[in-house]
């Protein structure tokens, strides 16, 4: 996936896929350090079992909590434009691609990507994010990335950075995204930003995207009905691809221990009736 989506970002021509095609790569990196990371965690309690250490910390006494699912869905982040840019219709019309990235453990996912310009009051993410087995003490950060769309997308104008790169196709499925009323066409694809790049120079081609805000999901945060949660800046409005946030994110977290879906224990129950009939063991 990390190989396909870099020489497709070599190769686009249209902006929509150079846009996906970036999305891809961001996301495949983030995948890739995630299962490095795990695979180290594995390593080091292997190391530690080895010598007769617990890595859990837990004793065969002690009960494990049992695991469970864990959904995000209704993912609206309000805007808060000028006067003179949303009442007036003033200024340059400025325009950006818009995805959120959600990490819990290991495992991540990301939503379709979205247009989002001052013609709009919110980004929505109208999909369910659905993690199947999240432990109590999950934390599910949430990654808003943005990128700032030139509208000028030729051949022309990427040509002399192109011209001697390999080409290539990734897979994917074609969709449609939805923010608000408005929609973006594209193909879908995944990708990543913090593993070190296939090559250097298939990464710096086209467009780039950068976190914008984030926040993070614990299960304090699951709660019945529409829930606003506060945002953390990591960018200020002096970059290119700075959104003017409210600075809330709002959602539906819910949340379902898998033994109230799945059996916990099976087998027969046998009954003891003691002398006392009022008493049952």
Not at 39 to 55: D, N, P
Not at 76 to 95: A, Q, T, V
Request: one cysteine or more; charged letters at 20%.
């Amino acid at each position: 996936m990390h190989e396909g989506a870099s020489k497709l970002l070599a190769a686009c021509s249209r902006r929509e896929q150079a846009l996906e095609a970036s999305k891809s790569l961001l996301t495949c990196n983030a995948r890739l350090l995630a299962l490095l990371s795990r695979l180290q965690r594995m390593r080091k309690a292997e190391i530690l079992q080895s010598i007769g250490h617990r890595s859990d910390g837990v004793s065969s006494e002690d009960t494990v909590p049992c695991w469970g699912k864990v959904a995000l869905s209704d993912l609206r982040i309000p805007l808060m434009w000028k006067d003179s840019e949303y009442f007036k219709n003033k200024g340059e019309l400025h325009r950006c691609a818009v995805f959120c990235m959600l990490q819990c453990g290991t495992e991540i996912q990301d939503t379709d990507l979205v247009m989002v310009d001052r013609t709009l009051t919110d980004i929505c993410f109208e999909d369910p994010i659905i993690f199947n087995k999240v432990a109590p003490g999950f934390q599910l950060r949430v990654e808003l990335y943005t990128s700032c769309v030139v509208e000028d997308f030729s051949p022309g104008a990427l040509g002399a950075r192109r011209a001697s790169r390999l080409g290539g196709s990734l897979g994917c499925s074609s969709g449609k995204k939805t923010a608000c009323g408005s929609t973006f066409s594209g193909e879908d694809a995944e990708a990543g930003s913090g593993a070190p790049p296939l090559s250097p120079y298939l990464s710096a081609l086209g467009p780039k995207f950068s976190l914008l805000a984030h926040t993070t999901l614990r299960i304090e945060h699951v709660q019945e009905g529409f829930k606003t949660h506060d945002l953390s800046l990591a960018a200020t409005e002096d970059d290119p691809f700075w959104l003017p946030l409210y600075g809330n994110i709002c959602c539906r977290l819910v949340a379902q221990p898998l033994c109230m879906i799945q059996p916990v224990i099976s087998g027969q129950l046998k009954v003891k009736v003691t002398k006392s009939p009022d008493v049952i063991h």
